[in-house]
């Protein structure tokens, strides 16, 4: 290389490597999914950006990323169904189960469902924390095990948590059949004695609407049945039998709620076909006449003569003398639970409002319905009331909420991640 040639590109170099070192890279971590790994972005045009990665993160910048939301592909609104909490503080939320992607009728493979959510505390409903749910159930039988290879869907119905910490449970769930490419649904009961193992007590393909407890006995139905067991689950008596003979022989019967007075008297609250007492534990049914609601969603005995039942129009009555006489109490409004009487005031959840009625209004037969706003739009199912100032409730949409003032002010509950279990997609 001639020597002039060779100078002038040593003089470019030269100048060319402070040029280069002038230039600083500060780069700005910004977390969107701990501990997953992003895979993609895509600038769609100047302000909007999707990124996608593993651990289920698919989320999308309107402001050229400075905040990032999550798209609702596989994050269902868990729509809580039941919380029951015992006199220590140890308690289980439950919710359904959600499908997020519907798979081709020619598909070899089932519709994608997330797992209903299962939820527990220990300090009375302050904090919560996520149930591993791989545990509930055991054997190779999918019928009695929704933890099975092939199973999936699992929807939690309704949770009871006795005093001895023993929790009871109702489950449906799915089974696929890779071989036919059918679904099977099934359903049972499960009970843990010691929040570790779960095991099915039923094995009707039925899952419990209402599971309601006394101390001695435990007793769940919904659709077409009814079962009453002891407290550590080991002995089932089916109860149907005699409930279908004070139904008239008409075995069509849906159980919304159980109502327990002692440990002999127990009223069953049917959807359609009226509200049935039994005074023996559950041996006989007798039906509630005199006008009587001819099914409601739950019921309250305030005493000896007073019973308070709601449900929907017709079926929100209440009588003063023992069910001699019944008077409408309708607010208005569907009202799916009765929460308890707290500070002398009878909780009654309905959608998005808690509806109140004092306690001496009720025994003056003077209807005041006071409402209270908890949740956007969304139905409020169960009330868990601890005592005479604390109380939680949880519904659909992901509601929860807890009080520690008898019910003046309701402050959100902070909730734990809820995880698509059953559904994890990497992206």
């Known amino acids: 290389m001639p020597m002039k040639k060779f100078t002038s590109l040593l003089i470019a170099l030269c100048l060319a490597i402070p040029a280069m070192a002038q230039y600083t890279f500060n780069w700005t971590p910004q977390t969107i999914n701990p501990d997953n790994n992003m895979q993609e972005m895509n600038i769609v045009n100047d302000t909007t950006t999707i990124l996608v990665g593993y651990g289920q993160t698919f989320v999308v910048s309107d402001d050229l990323g400075s905040s990032w939301n999550k798209v609702p592909i596989l994050t269902p609104l868990y729509d809580f169904e039941d919380v029951s909490i015992n006199a220590s503080g140890l308690g289980y939320a439950c919710s359904g189960d959600q499908r997020v992607y519907d798979n081709p009728t020619t598909s070899p493979f089932p519709d994608v469902y997330a797992d209903g959510a299962f939820l527990v505390t220990t300090d009375f409903g302050a904090t919560w924390t996520t149930v591993d749910i791989s545990t ?206 707290m500070n002398d005031t009878i909780f009654s959840l309905a959608k998005s409002d808690i509806y109140k009625l004092a306690v001496a209004d009720l025994l003056a037969g003077n209807i005041n319905w006071v409402t209270q706003n908890i949740s956007n739009g969304e139905n409020l199912q169960k009330m868990e009331i601890l005592d005479a100032n604390n109380a939680v409730i949880f519904g659909y949409g992901e509601t929860a909420a807890i009080t520690s003032d008898a019910g003046v002010s309701w402050t959100p509950i902070d909730l734990p991640y809820l995880y698509v279990s059953g559904a994890l997609y990497n992206w």
């Open 136 to 341: 509930i159930g055991t054997g190779d039988d999918p019928a009695l095990n929704p933890s099975h290879k092939n199973c999936y869907g699992r929807h939690f119905r309704a949770v009871e948590v006795l005093d001895n910490n023993n929790v009871f449970v109702g489950i449906e769930w799915y089974a696929h059949d890779f071989e036919t490419g059918s679904r099977v649904t099934y359903a049972a009961t499960f009970v843990t004695t010691d929040q570790e193992t779960w095991t099915a007590i039923t094995s009707d393909a039925k899952y419990p609407y209402g599971i309601e407890s006394d101390g001695t006995n435990v007793y769940f139905g919904g659709s077409n049945h009814l079962y009453k067991s002891d407290v550590n689950g080991t002995t089932v008596t089916d109860l149907f039998p005699a409930l279908t003979t004070a139904n008239g022989g008409d075995a069509s019967i849906f159980t919304n709620d159980i109502t327990i007075v002692s440990v002999d008297e127990i009223y069953v609250i049917t959807s359609i076909d009226g509200i049935f007492l039994s005074t023996d534990q559950g041996t006989t049914f007798t039906e509630l006449g005199n006008s009587a609601p001819v099914g409601a969603n739950d019921m309250i005995v305030v005493n000896d003569t007073v019973y308070f039942v709601l449900g929907s129009s017709a079926r929100s009555k209440y009588t003063l003398d023992g069910g001699d006489t019944w008077t409408a109490c309708y607010p208005g409004t569907s009202c799916y639970e009765i929460g308890g009487i």
